[in-house]
Nanobody, 112 residues
């Protein structure tokens, strides 16, 4: 059974940083492309970043390009999202997804 668990969210001031983690189980993580999405209150869920199986191919939404970095550790079956220079507009629930499964989400709030 595919299982994804996000962690690392929290409250941070504008300009601050957070690192999200997504722990995967129940499938061959090293053979799965993975993604991060986010959903802000009242808005549709949007794609944030994508990473390929080897971790050497990535895609970022324009809104986070240059500030966020997606990475993965296949030995640990874990994906990460390093978020720097956070803005209030980054406030959302962040979800990881892969193999047609979704995690439960982790809340990120950027506020002074």
């Amino acid at each position: 059974q595919v299982h994804l668990v996000e962690s690392g969210g929290g409250l941070v001031q504008p300009g601050g940083s957070l690192r999200l983690s997504c722990a995967a189980s129940g499938f061959d993580f090293s053979s799965a492309g993975m993604s991060w999405y986010r959903q802000a209150p009242g808005k549709e869920r949007e794609l944030v970043a994508v990473i390929n199986t080897f971790g050497d191919g990535t895609y970022y939404a324009d809104s986070v390009k240059g500030r966020f970095t997606i990475s993965r550790d296949n030995a640990k079956s874990t994906m990460y999202l390093q978020m720097n220079s956070l803005k209030p507009d980054d406030t959302a629930v962040y979800y990881c997804t892969g193999r047609n499964a979704w995690g439960q989400g982790t809340q990120v709030t950027v506020s002074s």
